[in-house]
């Protein structure tokens, strides 16, 4: 009886983990912003990016070209280290 009930807590645990395994690696997953491409609604999903940041992130890139570098975004007056860091595993350049 006793090894009967030790089998179905290990079932249990098992069965947990096994389920939240994926939620967590979904987490990983989640599809970076191209700020090349992306829309203000986009961008404002960004940390600390409101709609009038995103705006001018937008005006920036059409004034001049797209971003080569991260970095590159910094140049766009309002976004320093701490919207980049904040952002950086969230942005990609393409």
């Given at each position: 009886?006793?090894?009967?009930?030790?089998?179905?807590?290990?079932?249990?645990?098992?069965?947990?983990?096994?389920?939240?395994?994926?939620?967590?690696?979904?987490?990983?997953?989640?599809?970076?912003?191209?700020?090349?491409?992306?829309?203000?609604?986009?961008?404002?999903?960004?940390?600390?990016?409101?709609?009038?940041?995103?705006?001018r992130i937008i005006q920036?890139?059409?004034?001049?070209?797209?971003?080569?570098?991260?970095?590159?975004?910094?140049?766009?007056?309002?976004?320093?280290?701490?919207?980049l860091k904040a952002n950086?595993?969230?942005?990609?350049?393409?």
């Open positions: 009886m006793k090894r009967l009930k030790k089998y179905f807590v290990f079932v249990a645990i098992f069965s947990v983990m096994v389920a939240i395994v994926p939620a967590l690696q979904a987490e990983d997953a989640i599809e970076k912003i191209n700020i090349n491409t992306a829309s203000a609604e986009e961008l404002v999903a960004l940390k600390y990016v409101g709609e009038k940041l995103a705006q920036f890139r059409q004034e001049n070209g797209n971003f080569k570098t991260l970095e590159d975004l910094a140049h766009v007056p309002g976004v320093g280290q701490k919207i950086e595993n969230s942005i990609k350049v393409e």
